[in-house]
């Protein structure tokens, strides 16, 4: 009988040219990142570098975890019964069926959005919001409808422009509360009218609530699921900022399943998502419910009256500079400050204003343009005190030297 076998072939080629394996990391991009990399970030040899631009509460070593927390892991590790793989939902003992575990709150966030949506649908996220939404959203060919925060309401969500983009593709609505990069915190009222909207239209919610709890004294936190018998929500959570160890990477999704609304397809899509990378770390897991239980409240009490107190010191400040308009937070780790660009036309925008201020001053703030919202930027209130006194005077400076210039320095270098 006749081979009829067709030998595939490949043709050399004379040099390496790898072709990337499909649109999902050219569709990966961090909005921070591209702004960022793209400036000139050269700090004045003559002055300290102040980092006012990450959102890590331990970069400068004085915000340290509870010792109950480094203990719980400590005695994780001396079980040995935390050395292997676990359920990639997260062991059985330590979570219930409501709950799955990820990598970090920004895993859980990563899961929720591919549960629940698919390519060519659109999710609704908040402007100014975080931009990892977007990057998350962009890579798995999700439309990203933006709503508009009001600072002059210290960054409620402006309900009637909410509901404006919801449409037959909306697939779910973002809520971070208390907000990165706002830290606002929401009314029982608020999130009540937002929690209205999505039942009308039937659309579900990601909750994301890292910073649970961490709010300024006088304030409350109200969770989203707290508040309502009828919308189905993935609410987002994890070790992160609270507890002051976000390279720990232990985040969750707590399921707040009404009318069963996710079980069918959401729960088990949840559970096979959660497949792709296996569970997170087995270590952190062990000590999780030691954590939880035994981190002492005056711990948080001490960390929020650290950045209350920087946040007083930082809005008496800016509020002093002609030009700048800060919105007082009422929680989480950061506040906005406003710039009015036609007392700054030495600037054509925010990123302009920002890497200037580096240059010259050594303080490096974030251009707010990260979060979609241009003319605004944002500083972490967790920095310690001394230095963030220091970046405000230098700030200060900075603001006195170019408010009312007029000639844009980087079209010719010289001011009128």
């Not at 400068?60 to 939902?89: D, H, M, W």
């Not at 039937?202 to 009828?230: L, R």
């Not at 001490?302 to 030009?323: F, L």
């Not at 500083?379 to 005190?385: E, K």
């Amino acid at each position: 009988m006749e081979d009829i076998t067709v030998k595939k072939t490949r043709s050399k080629k004379a040099a390496w040219d790898v072709i990337p394996s499909s649109l999902f990391a050219k569709q990966t991009h961090n909005p921070i990142r591209k702004i960022v990399d793209g400036m000139k970030l050269t700090p004045n040899p003559e002055k300290e570098m102040i980092a006012l631009s990450i959102g890590d509460p331990t970069v400068f070593g004085n915000l340290l975890p509870a010792q109950a927390v480094n203990e719980a892991v400590i005695e994780s590790i001396r079980s040995e019964k935390c050395n292997g793989y676990a359920p990639s939902t997260g062991k059985k003992p330590i979570r219930h069926g409501d709950v799955i575990f990820a990598s970090g709150c920004s895993g859980a966030l990563d899961l929720s959005i591919m549960a629940l949506a698919n390519p060519g649908q659109n999710i609704l996220v908040p402007r100014p919001g975080f931009s990892l939404y977007k990057t998350l959203a962009d890579s798995l060919s999700i439309v990203v409808k933006h709503y508009d925060l009001l600072p002059e309401r210290i960054w409620e969500a402006d309900l009637d422009h909410l509901e404006s983009l919801i449409d037959d593709n909306t697939a779910a609505i973002i809520v971070n509360n208390p907000s990165n990069p706002c830290g606002s915190v929401y009314s029982k009222n608020h999130i009540q009218g937002i929690l209205d909207i999505a039942n009308r239209y039937k659309v579900p919610i990601i909750a994301d609530e890292i910073y649970a709890y961490f709010v300024f004294p006088g304030q409350e936190f109200v969770s989203m699921a707290s508040q309502t018998k009828d919308v189905p929500i993935l609410s987002c959570g994890g070790l992160t900022k609270r507890y002051l160890v976000p390279g720990w990477r232990m985040g969750w999704i707590t399921i707040h399943d009404r009318h069963d609304a996710f079980e069918k397809q959401v729960r088990p899509g949840l559970t096979s998502l959660s497949q792709r990378i296996l569970g997170p770390n087995t270590l952190v897991q062990g000590a999780l419910p030691k954590i939880l239980e035994l981190t002492p409240q005056e711990f948080f009490d001490s960390t929020i009256e650290i950045v209350k107190r920087n946040a007083d010191i930082s809005y008496e400040a800016m509020s002093s500079i002609p030009g700048l308009n800060p919105v007082m937070p009422t929680g989480a780790m950061y506040m906005m400050v406003g710039i009015d660009m036609e007392k700054f036309q030495a600037f054509k925008d925010d990123v302009q204003f920002t890497e200037r201020l580096v240059t010259e001053q050594s303080v490096f703030c974030l251009p707010a343009s990260c979060f979609q919202y241009p003319n605004f930027f944002r500083i972490v209130l967790t920095v310690p005190q001394e230095k963030l006194q220091e970046a405000c005077e230098r700030i200060n400076e900075f603001c006195s030297k170019y408010y009312g210039k007029k000639t844009n320095i980087y079209d010719n270098g010289v001011m009128t």
